[in-house]
């Protein structure tokens, strides 16, 4: 697990990060078995709810959350570049009120979200870093997995994979 610590401007970006992400059909779903999983950024969403309006806040999350993490911070910036050109409307439940809620000039000047565009991109660019190593751990672990499967493969059964 790694410790995600953002300040106050930055946790309300992940909250509307993660509504993006929640607001994706299929974005808690594991695309293997194709059931729901606990994996997802609901859980950070969760825990950053009751504390946003804290200096600092921090967050446990997985590799694989913060991977997804990284991914919901970029599709929150496109999110937020349709939100001012579609004047204020978007396709996502609840992220209208959200961004209405948590930056009150949108509310009379959608064109203001043009200006919030940044904050994703720049907090991304922060965690650059602990995204490549989330990721290393996740492909180390696929390919312990892929060696384990092949170990437990007999030399004689080639058509299986």
């Not at 930055?10 to 993006?20: G, Q, S």
Request: hydrophobic share 40%; aromatic share 6%.
């Amino acid at each position: 697990m790694t410790t995600l610590q953002f300040r106050n401007e930055d946790a309300r970006i992940v909250y509307l990060a993660t509504l993006f992400h929640l607001g994706r059909p299929g974005s808690e779903t594991d695309p293997v078995t194709l059931q729901r999983h606990d994996l997802g950024l609901q859980a950070i969403h969760d825990e950053l709810v009751p504390r946003l309006d804290q200096a600092v806040v921090e967050v446990e999350a997985s590799p694989y959350q913060v991977v997804r993490l990284g991914e919901a911070l970029l599709g929150c910036a496109n999110e937020l570049k349709q939100f001012s050109l579609s004047q204020g409307r978007s396709m996502v439940p609840r992220f209208t009120k959200a961004v209405h809620t948590m930056y009150p000039e949108t509310v009379e000047e959608p064109g203001a979200a043009m200006d919030l565009v940044q904050h994703p991109v720049m907090l991304r660019n922060r965690m650059a870093q602990a995204v490549q190593a989330a990721q290393a751990q996740i492909d180390e672990a696929i390919a312990e997995q892929r060696e384990q499967k092949r170990a437990e493969k007999r030399w004689w059964q080639v058509w299986k994979n």
